[in-house]
């Protein structure tokens, strides 16, 4: 498998903990959404099939990105930094 480009990294405050988990990858970023994330809901869902998706280079990197940032909004995620896009 090839490692994907996923951009420049997200950095979210993890809502149970209080620190700040860096995505800098699309890998780290799947891994997280099956291994460790703390809410079974639509948005975690659709993100994994849009990074499933755009790992297979069926669809674009911006799209899981978009799905990731709103699932970790979805699960009470917040941007570390006040300047990061919501839909980064």
């Known amino acids: 498998m090839i490692e994907i480009n996923w951009g420049k990294p997200l950095h979210y405050v993890v809502a149970e903990t209080g620190d700040v988990q860096k995505f800098s990858t699309i890998e780290q970023a799947r891994y997280w959404l099956r291994k460790k ?6 948005a975690r869902d659709d ?4 990074i ?6 069926l669809a ?5 990105r978009q799905a990731f940032s709103a699932a970790a909004r979805s699960a009470g995620f ?8 919501l839909d980064s």
Not at 52 to 57: N, P, S, V, Y
């Open 78 to 85: 917040r941007p570390a930094d006040p300047v990061q896009r």
């Open 47 to 50: 993100a994994l099939i849009k």
């Open 37 to 42: 994330w703390p809410v079974m809901d639509a």
């Open 60 to 64: 674009p990197v911006g799209a899981a």
């Open 52 to 57: 499933d998706a755009t790992m297979e280079c």
